[in-house]
């Protein structure tokens, strides 16, 4: 192929996935990482590759998976974003020890800002103490190039090798020329070694030894050594960035006119940080400004620390994405000229508040369950549902599958006062076969009781919509196997597990009821609020809806609807003092036809009749 083509960052990765022969791929769906396993799907059928591609349960299980794909001598990937790496990080501790014999490459994207993650933590950070080298990429088409240099590292070190790529360079677009993905005729080939593949602790002390020697000679590897982007600047001062800061920095320098004047250093591997590199840094340079997101994973590694500026010194900002115009200010300062100081902050986000699609069932859902439990603990978990905070029906959010278990949490703690509380805990349907089902049965076991909603619109709907463990579809819409959800929670020892629709309201309110007193009786209940996600256009299973609405003059603009049921279609007028409807978003759901106290949403007549 010789036509360059715009890909999104994420797709370049895939790309470079099959250019060099990946052949097990497999993920959990979280932004910024999504789209490499959805574009490694589709580009196999495309091109009738022989590869395994699929969306795991949860991250660990999509590392385990890769990874022994890679012991049989295939190269393999997983996919995370760096909160599903903590999920992962069980097996992450232990896969340097044991090493690989295919090449094993873990891509972990980090979201610096952060935009739609819980934390803004540095995978590398996670590397580092896994003692697994990093890649740290600054555009999409240098993301693609260097997982060839990965594989490479892989393969001829036999250890994982991790690529990080960020927000920016997983979602911006770039001009790629694809190179032809040409056939992999290695076939699986397991060799097996107890003493590597399954050591005991005594064999592990020396499989870390040798990890250290392996890590030793990483450092000196040339291939991956740290470049010289301006080699004619001159001075007694250098900087030294990694990843889209690299790629900001080599733009402000030009265009400031200290392209001659400040060297500046391209980190591609961040750790193990090259030891000739460090080196010449402190013997060339009086000062050193390091610049990298997320953490201050590379100025950790140089020694002297009285002539580095960074995160660590404050220099840099500790938090938040690095923009541009925060890098331009930060060089500035470090250049002794004028202009912003590093002290310029991530701006504030404008626009609207985060908010439910309008015509969502969530929306119905959390309505009813303050209907139901109007004084009740609502504990949720990770998910677009966790919109439900804006409604008043989420109390706490901690991480995957966390609902579960502070759901149990709560009731003990109650329980040792004494006390009997309504705790009515949700959590998506995906988010349940991550992490929900392991407190399930800790909730049976001991006892615990409160009602689980689970929020089941048949897709990973936040992400993408990737297929659920039920869904019965694989990546690419191929048909799999499908877990019957039902049985799964009747599995678990929960004796009362009933199915509702959450746009039935007055129907889904007294289900609620039920399992709510249920639970005070005989321990956990579970009620799956099923309903077709409004989004998915691919569902022809979508309920029949009665209809646009409208507002009567019985509206006294009390605002009871905008405010505890919030859909986007219902808008304040502040001038008339009276809610109206927006007819583009609305979608006839009907489910506000129970939500006024005054009646005031009605049915709106047929077109062209008058009401």
Known sequence: MDKRILMLGNEAMAHGLLENGCRVAASYPGTPASEILSALARLRTEHGIAMHAEWAVNEKVAFEIAYTGSMTG??????????????????????AYTGVKGGFLI??????????SQTEQDSRLLAMMAKVPVLDPSTPAHARELIAA???ISEIFEIPVMLRPTTRVCHACQDVSPREIPPFLREADFRKSPTRWAATPAFRYELHRRLNVKLAAIAGWPRTAPFRANPDAAGPRAVVASGVAAAHAREILSESGLWDRIPLYHVVQPYPLHSDFV???????????VLEETTGVIEMQLLDRRRV??????????AGELLPEIVEGVLAKFAGIDGETSDAQVPERGGRRPTLCAGCSHRSSFYAIKKAAPEGIYPSDIGCYTLGLNLGGVDTVLCMGAAVSQAAGFYQAYRLAGKSVDIVATIGDSTFYHAGIPPLIDAVVQGARFVLVILDNSTTAMTGFQPTPATGKGAAGEPTGAVDMEALVRACGVGFCKVGVPSRLPEFIGLLK???????EKGPAVVIAREPCVMDRSRADRLPRPGKVTITDDCDGCRYCTTQFECPALLYDEEGERVSIDGILCTGCGVCLHVCPLDAIRKAPPEGTSP
């Open 74 to 95: 295939l190269r393999t990937a997983v996919s995370m974003k760096q909160v599903g790496l903590n999920v992962a990080s069980d097996p992450l501790m232990s896969a």
């Open 107 to 116: 891509i972990s994207a980090d979201d610096p800002g952060p935009y739609s």
């Open 150 to 152: 990965g594989y490479e």
């Open 279 to 289: 080196f010449h840094l402190l013997n060339a340079y009086e000062e050193v400004l």
């Open 309 to 318: 500026r960074g995160k660590l010194s404050g220099a840099v900002p500790e």
């Open 514 to 520: 039920e399992a709510i007193a249920y639970s005070h």
